[in-house]
């Protein structure tokens, strides 16, 4: 057993919707979750630097005494999970990408038009099609990048007429000449608008990789016997820029629990500079 924290991270807020589904099932589990806000997008940036911020919170999560650490970004899961992997070998590093495939691959047979959306890099990566045809060769699938939706979530622009217009200007042609049956929320974002989606085209099956990726984190702590043991503890919430939105951001998505949650900002260069203690 084991009573250290899970390590999250993103490019900003979109991270937390894997939150709820870990406690739901594992209330024991204590969660040190970090977001990007004052960097975010990741998604329009090139490689090299989101491999570098990517490394700086995966170390600031290694230092902070995680015991497996969730990428729960696309962009970061699909430019340099093995990057990750490889600088951190002592930790298990989790992808959002191969769980997300697998259930699309499971799920979906050769009569299934699946689209992916996501960020600018991810789809540049093709890591969604390349996971899913070697696991189920036979799929059609297509793709699109949506790289204003992350702004506007970060921003708290949800259910309303800016989001719904945003969202019919990228999907509307897209859905209809691919013929679309099944969509992938290929952005961890992404599911905080799937309200909007499944409104605008209620014909569609949605595929939350936020919610498939708790059996890879179950399947994780089973295997290398981390499971915690003591009582729920306090889960913290970092920030590089702290805002109002992010904080209530998390007590929108958390509003089930009744967890002792912290909130604190941390800037990256300063810890660095300093050794500033978390």
Known sequence: MDNRPIGF?????????????????LPL?????????????YGSKAVSTIRAFSME????LVENGVKLIVIACNTVSSTCLAELRARHPGVPVLGIISPAAHAVAKTCGADSHIGIIGTKA????????????????????AQIACPALVPLIEEGILQNEIMDLTIRYYL???????RIDTLVLGCTHYPLIRKNIQKL?????????????????????ERNVLFAAAEKGEHVF???????NFVNMIHRILEFTNFDIAFKNIDLD?????GQAP
């Open 122 to 141: 991810t789809i540049r990566s093709d890591a969604y099609p390349r996971k899913i045809l070697h696991l189920s060769p036979a799929l059609d699938i």
């Open 9 to 25: 991270f993103d490019s900003g807020l979109g991270g937390l919707t894997c939150v709820p589904y870990l406690m739901r099932a």
């Open 238 to 244: 970092y920030a590089s820029d702290l805002s109002e």
């Open 29 to 41: 589990e204590r969660i040190i979750y970090f977001g990007d806000t004052a960097r975010t997008p």
């Open 201 to 221: 085209y209620p014909y569609l099956r949605i595929i939350d990789p936020s919610e498939e990726i708790l059996q890879s984190i179950q399947d994780t702590l």
């Open 57 to 60: 919170i995966a170390d600031f």
């Open 172 to 178: 509307d042609h897209f859905l209809a000449y691919n």
């Open 270 to 274: 300063r810890y660095r500079k300093e």
